[in-house]
């Protein structure tokens, strides 16, 4: 089913909660909707959206907002169903797991990541358990390459699924041309940027792929939740959530869109001039950072903006979180674009000015 809406209020459409509105909304339910919708004869320009919760609405959205409720989860078995009479999901799963295989699954755009994270981990399937609790739908994972506790999700993506608006025709790109970095992919690059839209992504999980612990304070929650017992998928998901709530605001009652700047990456010099600063000013602080190839380093936001005394602080409506200083919230419910601009603004200042570093937003401006 297609349905198209005029002047639509996107408050509940973006974790931030801004109160904009966009020209036009269209909501499909099928790739068969998705052909026929006709953009000529809507505003321009167009931008497709998931869960909203990567994105800064600025302002009214003057063109057409598309959104997926493609929504559906289903297991690949290949020959393994045909190999058997009982096709049942049980059926198919006891076959993968007496054969120790991977198992392919596809999963529609429209699906919240969470809930596909909830299914995998009830069948006991390994592989996006550390993702548990990122907020947003299935579509948007794989454009952003979302990432949490030593998982990324280009690991477990096999194939996405996509229409060319350009060409007007379905298209697949594999794991390999998506082009993945850190919270990047070819679908967020300048010429395809806006150009591909993810109508599904066939994931790889596995039965027996064991938990991957090696990030943070990961491995010490799991083997305490665990207390001698076996650690299962559903663990190691139940782990994560309580992790997130403790650091993380609840969207459904704080509105934000997560991390706000990216870490920067800096030349060793630089670094170098980060710790000269912090020796003089926070003795006996160690920097945090992390050694990249070609002698780079990643230091993390959340520390420089901590150490220039914003963790906590509020501007306005706006404020930045004071469990976690890389994520800005909409403090008072009601906050303007211009508030969460109008910090976001002042940190890049204050950062740039004590320790001579850019930050650049993670979050899409729209
Ligand atoms: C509290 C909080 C915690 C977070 N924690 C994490 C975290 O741990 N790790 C992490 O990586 N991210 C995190 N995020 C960021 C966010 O959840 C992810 O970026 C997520 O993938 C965004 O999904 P979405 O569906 O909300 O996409 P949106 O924000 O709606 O869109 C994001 C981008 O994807 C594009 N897009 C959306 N759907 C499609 C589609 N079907 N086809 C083509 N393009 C599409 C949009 O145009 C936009 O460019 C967090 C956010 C919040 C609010």
Redesign the pocket.
């Known amino acids: 089913m297609l349905k198209t809406e005029y002047h639509k209020d996107l408050t509940n459409m973006n974790?931030f909660r801004m109160k904009v509105k966009a020209r036009a909304f269209v909501e499909y339910d099928s790739v068969a909707d998705l052909v026929e919708i006709d953009l000529e004869g809507l505003p321009r320009p167009v931008?497709?959206?998931?869960?909203?919760?990567?994105?800064l609405f600025t302002d009214d959205f003057k063109g057409t907002v598309l959104h997926?409720r493609i929504q559906f989860i289903e297991i690949l078995a290949g020959n393994l169903q045909n190999s058997e009479e009982d096709g049942s999901l049980e059926n198919v799963l006891d076959q993968v797991r007496n054969r120790g295989e991977q198992i392919e699954v596809s999963v529609g755009?429209g699906v919240v990541?969470d809930d596909f994270c909830k299914w995998a981990a009830e069948q006991g399937l390994w592989g996006v358990e550390n993702l548990s609790g990122?907020?947003?739908?299935v579509?948007?994972?794989a454009?952003?390459n979302?990432?949490?506790y030593g998982v990324e999700v280009k690991d477990v993506i096999r194939t996405v699924y996509c229409y060319d608006l350009q060409e007007e025709e379905f298209v697949h790109f594999d794991v390999e041309d998506c082009g993945y970095g850190y919270?990047d992919s070819v679908?967020?690059h300048p010429d395809y940027r806006?150009r591909?839209?993810?109508t599904h992504v066939v994931f790889r999980l596995s039965c027996d792929g064991g938990p991957k612990l090696g990030y943070g304070h990961l491995e010490q929650a799991v083997n305490l939740s665990a207390a001698g017992g076996k650690i299962t998928p559903l663990l190691v998901r139940n782990t994560v959530l309580k992790i997130r709530s403790e650091k993380?605001?609840d969207?459904a009652s704080v509105g934000?869109?997560?991390?706000f700047f990216k870490n920067p990456v800096v030349e060793s010099s630089v670094y170098e001039r980060v710790v000269k600063v912090a020796a003089s000013e926070f003795p006996g602080i160690d920097v945090p950072h992390y050694d990249l190839e070609g002698g780079m380093v990643k230091i993390p936001a959340a520390w420089l903006i901590e150490r220039c005394g914003w963790k906590g602080r509020r501007m306005g409506g706006a404020a930045v979180w004071s469990k976690q200083p890389l994520?800005l919230v909409n403090f008072t419910g009601d906050a303007f674009p211009e508030e969460i601009i109008g910090l976001e603004k002042r940190i890049i200042a204050s950062v740039e000015d004590k320790f001579g570093i850019t930050l650049s937003p993670e979050v899409?401006h729209i």
């Open positions: 974790t931008l497709h959206i998931g869960g909203g919760s990567n994105l997926s755009a990541f990122i907020p947003g739908e579509g948007a994972s454009v952003q979302i990432g949490a919270r679908f967020k806006g591909f839209i993810v993380l605001p969207v934000s869109a997560g991390s994520v899409e």
